[in-house]
């Protein structure tokens, strides 16, 4: 059974840049496509970006001048980091696996908060 | 707010069958393919339907999924309280080149 880990600092403070690892167990990081999306309090499901294992990424044009996705196969795991952070960063930050390249998303973590205080 | 619009909240009493709905626009639903997940907070999401109307193994067929033009629905039939949590879909968005999210449905079991 494939399982995902996100893991980092849930506490960041403005203007720095926010760091996330997905740790993927029992199955291979290879020839699958996995996104970061996250969800702010109170609102909905927001797309970051997504990394193929060969290293292809795609973003968000909302974040695309923020946003770098980077993949590890020797660790089997992915990064996300996100500069110059704001207040209306804070969200819960999930990983995903692509299902294809588009089913939908077959696997999920359980989420990270990362808090950017005012 | 969210690209695709679903409603906020849906509920129904146990053996009964609910439907929620998740509508969209030409770039998105329209011409791509819809996926529904089950989502209790703090928990990892669970796909319950993709290609519109696929169940992945495992996922009861009492979960169902159709699409119709710009629009899609999931429905429950045999309602059970294990069902009592948070609903979203996701379509492909041309526009955007990456996945488009529902708002979310809370299920009430009564």
């Known amino acids: 059974q494939v399982q995902l880990q996100e893991s980092g600092p849930g506490l960041v403070k403005p203007s720095e840049t926010l760091s996330l690892t997905c740790s993927v167990s029992g199955g291979s990081i290879k020839n699958y496509y996995w996104s970061w999306i996250r969800q702010p309090p109170g609102k909905g499901l927001e797309w970051i970006g997504y990394i193929y294992w060969s290293g292809n990424t795609n973003y968000n044009p909302s974040l695309k001048s923020r946003v770098t996705i980077s993949v590890d196969t020797s660790e089997n795991q992915f990064s996300l980091m996100l500069s110059s952070v704001t207040a209306a960063d804070t969200a819960v930050y999930y990983c995903?696996?692509?299902?294809?390249?588009?089913?939908?998303?077959?696997?999920w973590g359980q989420g990270t908060l990362v808090t950017v205080p005012s | 707010h969210s690209v695709l619009t679903q409603p906020p909240s849906a509920s129904g009493t146990p053996g009964q069958r609910v439907t929620i709905s998740c509508s969209g626009s030409?770039?998105?639903?329209?011409?791509?393919?819809v996926s529904w997940y089950q989502h209790l907070p703090g928990t990892a999401p669970k796909l319950l339907i993709y290609l519109n109307d696929q169940r992945p193994s495992g996922v009861p067929d009492r979960f169902s999924g159709s699409k119709s033009g710009t629009s899609a629905s999931l429905a429950i039939s045999g309602l059970q309280s294990e069902d009592e949590t948070g609903y979203y879909c996701v379509a492909w968005d041309d526009s955007l080149n990456g996945p488009v999210f529902g708002g979310g449905t809370k299920l009430t079991v009564l």
């Open positions: 995903s696996r692509h299902y294809d390249f588009w089913k939908g998303f077959d696997y």
């Open positions: 030409s770039s998105n639903i329209g011409s791509n393919t």
